[in-house]
């Protein structure tokens, strides 16, 4: 069995001064959210084993205050095809992972979060909030054999759902 969490970047900051798209850093709201969800993650036991991040900064970010609320070191790998790449670029790199790796957390962007969630389980629409965490389980031995249709939709965990549970960084 192989374990894909797709991990969208927190709210970005729209009004900061940024020279290109891939340098907007987090929004506030975004850094919050990020922490909560990293929180959560150690919380429910669901520390990926490696992590692939895209290069754009709101997506590093992410990464890091997730990972530092929770507590996780899980090796990180930052993947251009992430910032801007389909879900055919970004198959064939989780394709590409070690067969020693079971679990792997993808930061990234929309659309293509979407439509990988959709295609991983076979269809429908999915809409992925900013901070949103899904977990995708795969019935395979290899990552080389992930392919589309093939996972199952284990959870679908949105921040404003968990804050409203209190379950934010910081509640008991």
Not at 24 to 46: E, I, V
Not at 49 to 74: K, M, N, V
Not at 79 to 101: C, H, Q
Request: hydrophobic content about 45%.
């Amino acid at each position: 069995m192989k374990t894909i969490i797709l991990f969208r970047h927190g709210k970005s900051d729209w009004g900061a001064d940024h020279a290109a798209d891939r340098d907007r850093p987090l929004a506030a709201r975004g850094r919050k959210a990020a922490a909560t969800m990293g929180a959560l993650l150690a919380r429910l036991g669901q520390v990926p084993d490696r992590a692939l991040t895209s290069p754009a900064l709101r997506a590093r970010e992410t990464f890091r205050l997730a990972a530092e609320a929770g507590g996780w070191t899980c090796p990180i790998e930052i993947v251009p095809g992430l910032y801007d790449g389909s879900t055919v670029d970004v198959l064939e790199r989780v394709r590409a992972e070690a067969d020693s790796t079971s679990s792997l957390l993808l930061a990234g962007h929309e659309p293509t979060w979407s439509q990988l969630a959709s295609e991983l389980v076979g269809g429908g629409a999915v809409r992925f909030p900013t901070a949103a965490l899904l977990r995708v389980d795969v019935d395979v031995e290899t990552w080389s054999a992930v392919d589309a249709g093939r996972g199952v939709l284990v959870w679908f965990l949105l921040p404003r759902l968990v804050q409203a549970a209190g379950l934010e960084l910081g509640a008991s």
